[in-house]
């Protein structure tokens, strides 16, 4: 009985090759969509899964208020609070300590060569660091950090700097100038390299210093590891009053809140929960970038809605399909056929075609996964069938989607009775028209939604980067600075005529317009933060600012404009220690206005607890330091000292790009032989703070042209259905004189009356979310009538375009070919 129904099933499928195509592809598309995004949903949720304590694991989330205002809220607390954490509470089982800089690494090798190269990717952590975490190890075990000046690398890093050697007790070096690391370590360990759904990425992990830390200088991102019985909420709610009792016994609280204090009252620290790191982090100097969990879950709408569009595509065709099977039933009910044998049938036609769906939906998952795995921006391969949940979650989704797709037909076939389907009652009657309608409608309102989406994702996406930062930053080559430690005088003197030297040079190619130098560059979070008090007759204003350092040459080659005062230049008076704010540091100092604070006097003082008086003698109009995500940052701007350099900015002409790239190497390789040259251009590297959102919108607009292209194919199967269905009545309206724009339009008034409720129904909705998205970026565009105008003209066009090809088609169709039988 089960292969008759199949047998028949296939030749139906045969018999009806366009109908059946329409239905597979969309099936087909709507699935591979939705497991495309399930897969990438899948792959963002895994973020650290693989932690064998992760669900116990925690980081130290550290905030700072100013007179009752959040400033600062960080991912790294002081470097005492770990060790504190355990020894005050026995649910804290193990605490870690991570920090994390660029820096230049060289390892000797065999035959007296030096490899070297400038690396990002350097982590410092304490012993527990391997204990803690699950990074599989290669060589050695969780005691390689064990003793100081010990390294642990990753597997390719090991093939980087000692090709065909073991790298196991081999010696690399360290530098960071502005940090005064220098560290000489012996590898003692290899790891597997670092999965990619890790928020914590390395090449590197030296030795820690195994100090028990301050309370002066929130520097370390600190991770706790409770026990399994520990409530998080009660051990985050005593964490106030114990920091502030161990910080008072340390001798380390003060009323003073400048640099070389700190006011605990100030302070607040919570408990984040590992597995929450990557989507629900959005704090300032994260260890790496994060996601976004509600752009994760927007696509996981999309999934859903392409899914639904699809099976909806296949409940319309069926039910429309009812008629041209309605003399089929009715002879099968005459030969004896019951209710349930042909609700069965109906139901293995579906089956099958649902399998068939699957299998290439599946083909085309696997073809489209690298080029989905790039344009996501991420390392993924098609993993879910590994998944029990996924496989019982798909499984429970392909019934679902059989029954209902073909119960409702089904029953409607099944519930009459033959005489009357046999003589032609059932085909003038309008069961299912209002379901079709309510469906196509759905689709539409799904359609015009993605489309209004995809408008302001990809135009908020272009505001940010083609918006006025407040400087200028085009073609500008970034260099990077030497990394090699100055550990004397005379080592800082020969770097200063060096650096003189460099810029000097360049400047001298016509091809070269300007030269500068800084601490920081633009799409860099500032890791330079001083405390800052003003002194007023109302008391004292602290705070804690971001400090950049700038050469001579940087305001006019980024043409950041002076509101107030005077610029930095060399011929400053640096006798009282001139510094510039920026209109927003103006702001939170409690100055009036920019020409207020000129003139003024800021107090700062240095981790010896020496006080400097420094007159701010401009103020420069604010410029976006990091991305338009994010407010204004409040910056002190200051002359750059030699030691503070970590980046060079080259502004050059537009003409011969390789050969000025050639020239800047080769100045630089004579005047720093012993440093590995790295560039990079200014504005890419500002972009790279979009990433995400740059990531989401290529995905957005590609899921949301497959939902387009699957409504439309919805939308061209019934239109092709509708269309034989009257065929006759289109023959006598053409006998009777209806020209060809007669019969388009009586085809396509209906659907332009749906797509006019649909737009009713999706505009405010999509406005509503794209609204709501949009709160998430302080700087961002306006909605503008564009935004409606565009989505409602594109589906009339689609639509127009997808119904007249069939109803002209129609239309041109000879009369006496559609009247033949009558």
Known sequence: ????????????????????????????????????????????????????????????????????????????????????????????????????????????????????????????????????????????GITALNDPNTVVISQSTAKKYFPGQNAIGKIIRVQQQTSGTDIKA????????????????????????????????????????????????????????????????????????TQGKTNINNIALSLQPLRDIHLYSNLSNEISNGGNGNLVWYLGLIAVLILLIAYINYVNLSTAKVIERAKEVGIRKVLGSQR????????????LLNVISVAVAIFIVLLCMPWFSALCGVRIGFTLWKDPYFAFGFIGLLIAGILLSATYPALILSNYKPVQILKGKFINNAHGIPLRKALVVFQFVATIAFMMGTLVVYRQVNFMKANNMGMDMKQTLVVLAP??????????????????????????????????????????????????????????????????????????QFKVNVVAGEKITANTNFSKSPMMLNEA?????????????????????????RVFENEVIGVIQNFHQTSLKDDYTPLVVRAIDPSSVTHYEVKFSSSNLPQTIAQVEKTYKNVFPEAAFQYFFLDEFFDQQYKVEQHFGQVFSLFSGFAIFVACLGLFGLTL???????????????LGASVSNILMLISK????????????????????????????????????????????????????TVSYQSIKAALVNPVKSLRSE
């Open 483 to 556: 990394q090699n430690v100055r550990a004397t005088d005379q080592d800082a003197a020969n770097f200063t005529v060096k650096d003189s030297v460099f810029q000097t040079e360049l400047a001298r190619d016509p091809r070269i317009k300007s030269v500068t130098s800084s601490s920081s560059i633009p799409g860099q979070s500032i890791g330079y933060i001083m405390s800052y008090t003003r002194h007023t007759q109302a008391g004292e204003k602290s705070l804690r600012l971001s400090t950049l350092e700038i050469g001579n040459r940087y305001l006019n």
């Open 186 to 257: 012996t590898v003692t360990g290899i790891c597997k390299d670092v999965p990619a759904n890790s928020h914590l990425q390395f090449d590197f992990v030296l030795s820690g210093d195994a100090k028990a830390g301050d309370w002066v200088y929130p520097d370390s991102y600190t991770y706790v590891l409770l026990s399994p019985q520990a409530d998080a909420k009660l051990l985050e709610a005593k964490l106030p009053a114990f920091i502030k009792k161990s910080a008072v016994q340390n001798g380390q609280n003060a009323a003073s809140p």
């Open 1 to 140: 009985m089960i292969s008759n129904y199949f047998k028949i099933a296939w030749r139906i499928l045969i018999r009806q090759k366009l109908f059946s195509l329409i239905n597979i592809m969309g099936l087909a598309i709507g699935m591979a969509a939705c497991l495309l995004i399930v897969q990438y949903i899948s792959f963002e949720l895994s973020y650290d899964n693989f932690h064998k304590n992760g669900a116990n694991i925690y980081r130290i989330k550290h905030q700072n208020y100013n007179q009752g205002n959040l400033v600062e809220n960080m991912p790294k607390t002081y470097s005492a609070v770990g060790p504190a954490l355990k020894a005050g509470f026995p649910e804290v089982k193990e605490i870690t300590r991570v920090s994390n800089f660029e820096g230049l690494v060289t390892s000797q090798q065999p035959n007296g060569s030096l490899i070297a190269f400038n690396e990002s990717r350097v982590y410092q952590a304490d012993a527990s660091f391997l204990r803690l975490f699950s990074f599989p190890m290669i060589e050695g």
């Open 585 to 609: 540091a103006v702001v939170s100092l409690g100055f009036k206005n920019a020409h207020d604070a000129i003139g003024k006097f800021v107090e700062t003082k240095n981790g010896r607890g």
């Open 340 to 351: 349930a044998q042909l609700i069965k049938q109906f139901l293995f036609e579906s089956l």
């Open 750 to 801: 209906d659907f332009v009356g749906l797509i006019l409720i649909a737009n009713a129904i999706a505009l405010p909705l999509a406005y509503w979310g794209c609204y709501k998205w949009l709160q998430n970026y302080k700087f961002r565009i306006d909605f503008s009538a564009w935004f409606f105008i565009t989505p409602m003209v594109m589906v009339f066009l689609i639509a127009i375009i």
């Open 721 to 735: 259905i509708t269309i034989t269905q009257r065929i006759k009545e289109i023959g006598i309206r053409k006998v």
